[in-house]
């Protein structure tokens, strides 16, 4: 019999799904800690430069932010959502217009031609500097890889997912055709905000915070699914704008169109999987298994999936609550990754 003390502890977590727990807890206490450091006072201390106070705010500073946030929470709570139209697809002149609450689109789809599909690939997503000047190259980058990923996972519970460079029943291309920063100042007082309201005593009331309805990011893609004859069979047109209620804020650039892209890959993925406006009807979906496993981190269904690298999981998740930047979390393509 083994003493406890001749145990490898590697061992009893080779084979584990999840990340290692003592890794887990010290990348987490990190991301709390450079939060702290960071973005809290840093935060503050620009609105301070702003205002004019030349210190850190005080009580009565802190009141009068509380004040101008709710103010702020009067002016319209999502930006506008661009339509967008660019080059790429090989035809528009099937598009018909399909909104949704939030969200503008053009799409068409034919479905008996979808429906017959069984595999399917992703052309690596287009990203030129033109639309988004103020992003740089490896935030642009970020986002299209954003993009690949979460088309790769939704399209993985109806299609099998193969490689670019192997043929398939549909080919998938996207290209962003415009963009906007996130301002990073009002999204770092919108994070501090919220965390400052979790020490307010509201009676056990929870009262949600808002974010700061200014310099929220835009983001339009058009995708198209082509046949092996090159034949669209579905094409889409879509554009939407971060919202104050339910889009979370990250101190970065690139934080509402990182977001948005997985947005925009859900429901391009929902109008091929279903070949049906994925705005149309109730639209009350239930992830499955293999999709609830890739966004928590896990091997994606399909080993074409891998190249775009898997979901930053827990941790990503623990990162967007306190605001960070996507890119401290995500690393990015496999192909991107540094050595360790």
């Known amino acids: 019999m083994r003493s406890a003390a001749s145990l490898n502890r590697s061992d009893c977590y080779r084979t584990f799904p999840f990340p290692r727990p003592w890794r887990l807890n010290r990348r987490v206490s990190r991301l709390i800690r ?8 840093s935060a503050f201390w620009r609105l301070s430069d ?10 009565q500073h802190c009141s009068m932010l509380f004040a101008v946030l709710a103010i702020a929470a009067l002016l319209p709570g999502c930006a506008t959502a661009p339509l967008v139209q ?18 503008k689109s053009r799409l068409h789809v034919k479905k008996e031609r979808v429906a017959s599909a069984r595999t399917i690939n992703i052309a690596p997503t287009v ?3 033109g639309v988004a000047p103020a992003l740089s190259a490896e935030e642009r980058a970020l986002v299209a890889n954003v993009v690949n990923r979460a088309l790769c ?8 997912v ?19 920063e996130t301002n990073e100042v009002a999204a770092g007082v919108s994070v501090a905000t919220t965390i400052g309201m979790k ?7 929870p009262v ?8 929220l990011g835009e983001l339009s893609i058009e995708a198209e699914a082509v046949d092996r004859s090159g034949r669209q069979q579905a094409a889409m047109v879509w554009g939407r704008g971060a919202n104050a209620f339910f889009s979370t804020p990250r101190v970065s650039k690139a934080g509402d169109a990182y977001e948005l892209a997985s947005a925009f890959s859900d429901d391009f993925a929902k109008l091929v999987n279903k070949g049906e406006s994925p705005f149309e009807g109730v639209n009350i979906d239930i992830p499955s298994w293999d999709k609830i496993g890739s966004n928590m981190g896990l091997a994606p269904k399909y080993a074409a999936c891998e190249a775009y690298g898997r979901s930053p999981g827990v941790v990503g998740m623990v990162a967007g609550k306190l605001g960070l930047p996507p890119d401290w979390t995500d690393d990015g393509p496999r192909a991107a990754r540094k050595p360790q």
Do not use: C, N
């Open 162 to 180: 193969v490689t670019p460079d192997v043929p398939a029943d549909l080919t998938v291309r996207a290209a962003v055709t415009h963009a906007t």
């Open 199 to 205: 020490f307010v005593d509201t009676g056990g009331i």
């Open 127 to 129: 990203f030129p500097a």
């Open 208 to 215: 949600p915070t808002p974010r700061v309805p200014i310099g």
């Open 86 to 103: 660019g080059t790429g697809l090989s035809s528009y002149s099937e598009l018909k217009p399909s909104d949704g609450k939030i969200t």
């Open 34 to 41: 450079l939060l702290r450091q960071r973005y809290l006072s």
């Open 50 to 59: 702003v205002m004019g106070w030349g210190h850190a705010p005080s009580r």
């Open 153 to 160: 996972v939704s399209l993985s519970d109806r299609f099998m």
